[in-house]
């Protein structure tokens, strides 16, 4: 099974609003990101996640909160959220560089894609 | 940081028609993937190839490490093929941080 979910598909917020979006993986990945890619541009990356602790925040505003509960989950909080925020938010995991069995397998540091969620901030 | 180069930006093709899609980065990798990016967003693999030659029915994929690109050949293009065509490195030095190019938008007209 390769396959990243998000929650929910599609997010209309206005900019006082408080709301998370969900992503879940079942592949015992232990690296997870969050992507945004707005119209017509290439996915940016903006958080990992490595063994459930932040690893790299690329600088992003602080009215995103990622948070990992455990190793199949990562959320992302969103407060006060600029219309310029409006993209569509991507998660994806992998295996990390030299973790345990995984290491040396072709494919190994594969990341695989959720579908996404669509925001929409007004 | 590492830059990568997708060509061409936009290609219109007949179906069944052929191309060749070029990737080219900057500095080594560790890691370099394809991707198509149907219409609604969701990016699918393609391959994982940061060296070599793969298949995979009308798709083929190879990486010139050394010279530093990549080239996604599709065959017999359907119309199923459009979308967006991704590529993405991870830099030598830079854990498994995904670059991407900025994509090469597919047409595959009936």
């Known amino acids: 099974d390769t396959e990243v979910t998000q929650t929910p598909k599609h997010l209309v917020m206005g900019m006082t609003n408080k709301k998370s979006l969900k992503c879940e993986q079942h592949m015992g990945h232990r690296a997870m990101y969050w992507y945004k890619q707005k119209a017509k541009k290439p996915p940016e990356l903006m958080f990992v996640?490595?063994?459930?602790?932040?690893?790299i925040n690329e600088s992003v505003p602080s009215r995103f909160s990622p948070e990992c509960p455990n190793s199949s989950l990562l959320n992302l909080h969103l407060h006060a959220l600029q219309p310029e925020d409006s993209a569509l938010y991507l998660c994806?995991?992998?295996?990390?560089?030299?973790?345990?069995?995984?290491?040396?397998?072709?494919?190994?540091?594969?990341?695989?894609f959720g579908p996404g969620t669509r925001l929409t901030v007004t | 940081g590492i830059q990568v180069e997708q060509s061409p930006p936009d290609l219109i093709l007949q179906e069944g028609a052929n191309s060749t899609l070029r990737c080219n980065f900057s500095d080594s990798v560790n890691n370099l993937q394809w991707f198509h990016q149907n219409p609604w967003g969701q990016l699918i693999n393609l391959f994982y190839i940061p060296s070599g030659t793969k298949q995979n029915g009308r798709l083929s994929a190879t990486t010139v490490a050394t010279e530093r690109y990549s080239l996604l050949y599709i065959s017999s293009s359907q119309t199923t093929d459009s979308g967006v065509y991704f590529c993405a490195v991870v830099e030598g030095n830079a854990g498994n941080m995904l670059t991407f190019g900025g994509g090469t938008r597919l047409m595959v007209k009936p």
């Open positions: 996640y490595s063994y459930e602790k932040l690893s």
């Open positions: 994806a995991s992998s295996h990390i560089p030299g973790q345990g069995w995984a290491s040396g397998r072709a494919g190994t540091y594969e990341q695989y």
